[in-house]
């Protein structure tokens, strides 16, 4: 769920480089369902951006939920990139503990968080 729908599609696809693959306006029920990613729908894995229209409140996050990850060449370079475009970072790119992954953590407008992962050859 978000708060402002065009808040939340200028950092998805201005920002993350998306695209946005469907938009749906209902208005019966009063909300938006927008699906972005960087693939078709039909093609692979897109977020569902729900904005309910009389919403004033933000919305509580539970304990249930961590975060959703998304692959990068370079997490040091696309986090550059995101402090440029005033991004809030919850953790700096460091590598994993065990050497496979270079990682960092980022929020998008309402605070859900990102991954920013970038796996690492493994040596054998």
Do not use: C
């Amino acid at each position: 769920r978000v708060k402002d729908l065009d808040r939340s599609l200028d950092f998805y696809t201005r920002i993350l480089g998306m695209k946005i693959h469907r938009k749906t306006e209902y208005p019966e029920g009063r909300f938006t369902n927008t699906f972005v990613g960087y693939i078709g729908e039909d093609e692979g894995t897109n977020i569902e951006l729900t904005y309910n229209w009389d919403q004033e409140e933000d919305y509580v996050k539970g304990n249930g939920w961590g975060h959703l990850a998304i692959k990068v060449s370079d997490v040091y370079e696309t986090s550059e990139y995101l402090k440029q475009h005033g991004v809030e970072f919850t953790k700096e790119p460091s590598p994993m503990k065990n050497g496979t992954r270079i990682l960092a953590f980022i929020k998008d407008p309402d605070g859900y968080v990102i991954e920013l992962n970038e796996p690492l050859e493994q040596k054998n």
